[in-house]
C-alpha cells in the first residue's frame, strides 16, 4: 500500500465537506453557551430575582383564597416567569450554537452524514475507535480539565472560606452578594479554561481531520486524470482558455502593422519596429474561424489588410506565434509593409483632411459669398484663377510626395537594408 505523505487537495477536502467530514471543536461550541448564559445571568439576573421575589410575595397573599384557587394563581404566574425568562435564556443558547456551528463549518447540510454506516455495528472497529488517538486525546483532555479546575475551585473557595463563617450573623443583605461574586469568580475561571482548551482542541481536529484525508502520490495522479476526464470541468477549462485567447487575440491584432490574408481561410498579423525588433515578427496566426476573427478586429482597429496568398501560406507553415520571419521571406514582407504603411498615411491623411475640412467651414463662407460675386462680375479673371490655382495644386502635391515618401519610409529603411 503506498505511503499517503501528500497534503489533500481543494478537491479532496471538498468532497470530504460534502460528506460532512469538517474542522468542528465541541470545546467551542460549549464555552459559547457558557458564555452567553453568564452574559445573559449578568444582565437578567436581577430582574430575575426581582420576579422570583414578587412570586413568593403573592403566594402568602394566595393563602387566604380556596385551595383550588391559590394553586391555579401560584401555578400561572409560575409559568409567566419560566416563560419570560427561561424562554429568553434558551432562545438565546440556541442561536448561539448554530452560530459558533456555522463559524466552524460555513453552512453545511450533509447527507451523507446522518446515514447509518454499518462499520458502527462491527465490534472490531467499535474496540479499535475506544483506543483511538482521538478518544485517548479526549479522555487526557477532559481529566487534565477536572483536575486543574479543581485547584482553582478550590483556591476560591478558601479564599472565600472565612466569609462563609459570619454569613449567619449578616443575613440576606450579605449573602448574596457574596455568592454573586463567588459564582462570577467561578465562571469567569471555567470560562477562560473553556477559551484555552477550545483552541487547542480546534487544531487538533484540523491537524486529525488532514491527516486522515492525507494522499498518496499515485492518489494525486489518479485524482488529477478524473479531474481531466470530466466533460464539465473540460468546458469549463476550455471556455476560461477561449476568454483568455480572444482577449490576448484582440490586444495582438491592435498592436499588428499588417494583416496578412488568404483571402479569408488564413490571417497572419506581422509586427515590425525597428527600435524594438530586428525582423518583423508575426505576434498572431489562425486559419478558418480564427482567420474570421482576425480579420474583424483588423477592420475595427483600422488595421492594413492585404491579401497574398503564397505569403498567407508560408508564414502559416513556415513560422509560429512570437516567430521572425524566415530569411526567404524578406522581400514579399518589406513589400507588404511598405504597402501598409502608404495605406494607414493615406487614412489618416483623409481623416486629417475631414476635420481640417468641417473647421473651416464656417470661416471661409463669407469669403466664398465675395468670390462668388467677383467670378460673376469678372469670370474671365476667376477661370485663370482657378487654372493658376490647380496647377499649383497639382505641383505642390507632387512635390509633397516626391519629398515625404522618402520619410515616410523611413521607418522600413532599417529592414530595407537588411534585406
Given at each position: 500500500m503506498a505511503e499517503k505523505t501528500e497534503e489533500p487537495t481543494q478537491k479532496k477536502l471538498q468532497d470530504a465537506r460534502e460528506e460532512g467530514q469538517v474542522v468542528k471543536s465541541e470545546l467551542i461550541i460549549k464555552g459559547a453557551q457558557l458564555m452567553t448564559i453568564t452574559l445573559w445571568l449578568w444582565m437578567q439576573g436581577p430582574k430575575l430575582v426581582?420576579?422570583?421575589?414578587?412570586t413568593f410575595g403573592r403566594t402568602i397573599d394566595y393563602v387566604?383564597?380556596?385551595?383550588?384557587?391559590?394553586?391555579?394563581?401560584?401555578?400561572?404566574?409560575?409559568?409567566?416567569?419560566?416563560?419570560?425568562?427561561?424562554?429568553?435564556?434558551?432562545?438565546?443558547?440556541?442561536?448561539?450554537?448554530?452560530?459558533?456551528?456555522?463559524?466552524?463549518?460555513?453552512?453545511?447540510?450533509?447527507?451523507?452524514?446522518?446515514?447509518?454506516?454499518?462499520?458502527?455495528?462491527?465490534?472490531?472497529?467499535?474496540?479499535?475507535?475506544?483506543?483511538?488517538?482521538?478518544k485517548i486525546y479526549g479522555l487526557f483532555r477532559t481529566l487534565l480539565m477536572i483536575c486543574l479546575l479543581a485547584l482553582v475551585f478550590f483556591h476560591i473557595f478558601r479564599t472565600y472560606s472565612r466569609s462563609f463563617l459570619y454569613l449567619p450573623a449578616c443575613g440576606v443583605d450579605c449573602a448574596l452578594p457574596l455568592i454573586g461574586r463567588l459564582a462570577a469568580w467561578l465562571?469567569?475561571?471555567?470560562?477562560?479554561?473553556?477559551?484555552?482548551?477550545?483552541?487547542?482542541?480546534?487544531?487538533?481536529?484540523?491537524?486529525?481531520?488532514?491527516?486522515?484525508?492525507?494522499?498518496?502520490?499515485?492518489d494525486v495522479r489518479q485524482e488529477y486524470k478524473d479531474i481531466e476526464s470530466n466533460p464539465e470541468m473540460k468546458g469549463r477549462i476550455r471556455g476560461l482558455h477561449n476568454e483568455m485567447q480572444q482577449e490576448d487575440t484582440a490586444s495582438r491584432v491592435q498592436q499588428s502593422n499588417a494583416v496578412v490574408r488568404n483571402p479569408t481561410h488564413l490571417a497572419v498579423c506581422l509586427y515590425y519596429e525597428p527600435e524594438e525588433t530586428p525582423l518583423p515578427m508575426v505576434i498572431e496566426k489562425g486559419a478558418g474561424l480564427m482567420a474570421e476573427k482576425i480579420i474583424q478586429l483588423a477592420e475595427r482597429f483600422k488595421i492594413p489588410i492585404l491579401e497574398n496568398v503564397p505569403l498567407a501560406r508560408r508564414l502559416m507553415a513556415d513560422t509560429k506565434i512570437g516567430d521572425y520571419i524566415p530569411e526567404a521571406l524578406f522581400e514579399p514582407v518589406a513589400e507588404v509593409l511598405r504597402i501598409a504603411m502608404l495605406e494607414r498615411e493615406e487614412t489618416l491623411e483623409a481623416e486629417v483632411e475631414d476635420i481640417e475640412e468641417v473647421d473651416s467651414a464656417d470661416e471661409t463662407l463669407p469669403e466664398k459669398e465675395e468670390d462668388i460675386q467677383a467670378s460673376e462680375d469678372h469670370p474671365h479673371?476667376?477661370?485663370?484663377?482657378?487654372?493658376?490655382?490647380?496647377?499649383?495644386?497639382?505641383?505642390?502635391?507632387?512635390?509633397?510626395?516626391?519629398?515625404?515618401?522618402?520619410?515616410?519610409?523611413?521607418?522600413?529603411?532599417?529592414?530595407?537594408?537588411?534585406?
Open positions: 426581582i420576579a422570583l421575589q414578587d387566604l383564597l380556596p385551595l383550588n384557587q391559590a394553586l391555579w394563581r401560584v401555578l400561572t404566574q409560575c409559568i409567566e416567569v419560566l416563560l419570560h425568562f427561561v424562554g429568553s435564556l434558551i432562545t438565546v443558547v440556541f442561536f448561539t450554537t448554530v452560530l459558533s456551528g456555522v463559524l466552524q463549518t460555513g453552512f453545511l447540510f450533509a447527507l451523507k452524514k446522518l446515514i447509518p454506516k454499518m462499520d458502527a455495528l462491527n465490534p472490531i472497529n467499535n474496540i479499535k475507535n475506544i483506543f483511538s488517538v482521538k465562571f469567569v475561571c471555567l470560562i477562560a479554561f473553556y477559551i484555552v482548551f477550545a483552541g487547542i482542541d480546534y487544531f487538533f481536529e484540523r491537524y486529525q481531520l488532514r491527516k486522515q484525508l492525507r494522499m498518496s502520490k499515485h479673371i476667376d477661370a485663370d484663377a482657378q487654372s493658376t490655382d490647380s496647377k499649383e495644386k497639382e505641383s505642390g502635391a507632387n512635390a509633397d510626395h516626391k519629398g515625404s515618401a522618402p520619410d515616410d519610409l523611413a521607418k522600413y529603411r532599417h529592414f530595407s537594408d537588411r534585406v
